[in-house]
């Protein structure tokens, strides 16, 4: 971190929520932060893939949107955390995915993972008791779809042909078992931006999942992680709990009811579980420097989530984190007329 030299790639998660029912509004703000975020220098715009609609909505259709991105962005990398894979027919979604990359000129980053919807599931006719077997086999039809392999049928490929995505498939795990099956299958690990189901913060959960992954790493290329996690910088906490307070201690509460919080837990608690980073650029770097995990990382995700800022408050926090924050912690933006490039600069 005192070398000078970008140790992590800086992104930013949305989860394309909005305050109604309408989403039009809330697809057209998701598109403008991307916008603003390539502008800003941020390296990869990460969304996620919610079918049935949760607190504000969800993006069902995440590689349409992200075609649409490609064409209003010129160097920002799109992915996914996740696409939920056990849900899609793995040979389409390598059409899908091989067509956004020829589209963007090689910027896709594939994120998957298995889901935790019921409902989900059940409305595309899956077995939920099957979700860990039903990522594995769509993970391996997937990949060898995107080497340009045969897949489905003798002589088929999938078009247009993939460029290589060696390196740019990701897995979102909830555990140290899955962690280092991720490394076994030689994707990059995705970690949450909160450890469910556990009362230990979440980056002392989630530090011994990042060393199963890179223990168990066996391949030549470098290992990556991306560490999302929730980064609201204004100019004083109180300003900042203003934009997000409220609706994180609604999620919590709405988590408590499956069982992955405490019931009743207070705000700061709530914050607490989210391991919310919030407040003045200062103060957020000074905690990220006890940050756990973020020694290990590669890639730094920010998201919002489960807040629903309202849009201007929304970009001038992503201004805040690429100006003052992820600077502070040994981060630049890459030159505009850097080549885009899949990897981690170091």
Known sequence: MTSGKLRFRLGFLTHVQGRDADLSQAYRNARELFVAADELGFDVGWVAQHHAPGGGGGLSSPW?????????????????????????????????????????????????????????????????????????????????????????????????????FGDRIWQGVFSAHGAAHAASRGSNLLLNRAAYGHDAPTDEVQRPWAEAFLSAWDRPRR?????????????????????????????????????????GLDKDEALRRFHAFH?????????????????LATDLITQFNPAVPDHDATIRALELIATEVAPALGWSPAPRDEPVNAGVRT
């Open 64 to 164: 349409t949107f992200l075609a649409h991105v490609a064409a209003r962005t010129s160097r920002i990398r799109l992915g996914t955390a996740i696409t939920v894979l056990p849900l899609e027919d793995p040979v389409r979604l390598a059409e899908d995915v091989a067509t956004v990359d020829t589209l963007s000129g090689g910027r896709v980053e594939l994120g998957v993972g298995s889901g935790s919807s019921d409902l989900e599931y059940a409305a595309f006719g899956r077995d939920a008791t099957r979700r860990r077997e039903l990522t594995s086999e769509n993970l391996d039809v997937l990949s060898r779809a995107l080497r340009g392999e045969e897949v489905g049928a003798v002589g088929f490929r999938v078009q247009p042909a993939p460029g290589d």
């Open 223 to 263: 290992p990556r992680i991306g560490l999302s996690r929730l980064v609201f910088p204004a100019k004083d906490r109180r300003t900042a709990l203003a934009h997000i307070g409220d609706d994180v201690h609604r999620a919590a509460l709405r988590m408590a009811r499956s069982g992955a919080f405490p019931e």
């Open 279 to 295: 407040g003045a650029p200062e103060e957020i770097v000074a905690a990220f420097r006890q940050e756990q995990v973020l020694p």
